[in-house]
Nanobody, 115 residues
Framework: QVQLVESGGGLVQPGGSLRLSCAAS????????MGWYRQAPRKQRELVAT???????DYADFVKGRFAISRDRAKNTVNLQMNSLKPEDTAVYYC?????????WGQGTQVTVSS
């Protein structure tokens, strides 16, 4: 069956870094876009970054210059390198995969930025 395996979340101090990964398997349709969303307490889920099958990236304003999204075609994986983390980045981060068929969401991984 379809699996989106997320990893890399955890607790870091302000200014620290984390690298999130999401490995997709079992998807039968062509993937058009992969990305990351996040949801903080008392807030709506919001886009963090996406990358299309052609390599075009899109970033939310609040992460530009700090985060970088990339993909590994061979491993069907999307990564999010997060640098200069702030307490405001604390949230559950969700992997998202858009295909020509169904779309998929990961179960979420917690990122906590605190001193």
């Amino acid at each position: 069956q379809v699996q989106l395996v997320e990893s890399g979340g955890g607790l870091v101090q302000p200014g620290g870094s984390l690298r999130l990964s999401c490995a997709a398997s079992g998807i039968r349709y062509s993937i058009s876009r992969m990305g990351w969303y996040r949801q903080a307490p008392r807030k709506q889920r919001e886009l963090v970054a996406t990358i299309t099958s052609g390599g075009t990236t899109d970033y939310a304003d609040f992460v530009k210059g700090r985060f970088a999204i990339s993909r590994d075609r061979a491993k069907n994986t999307v990564n999010l390198q997060m640098n200069s983390l702030k307490p405001e980045d604390t949230a559950v981060y969700y992997c998202n995969v858009v295909t020509w068929g169904p779309d998929y969401w990961g179960q979420g991984t917690q990122v906590t930025v605190s001193s």
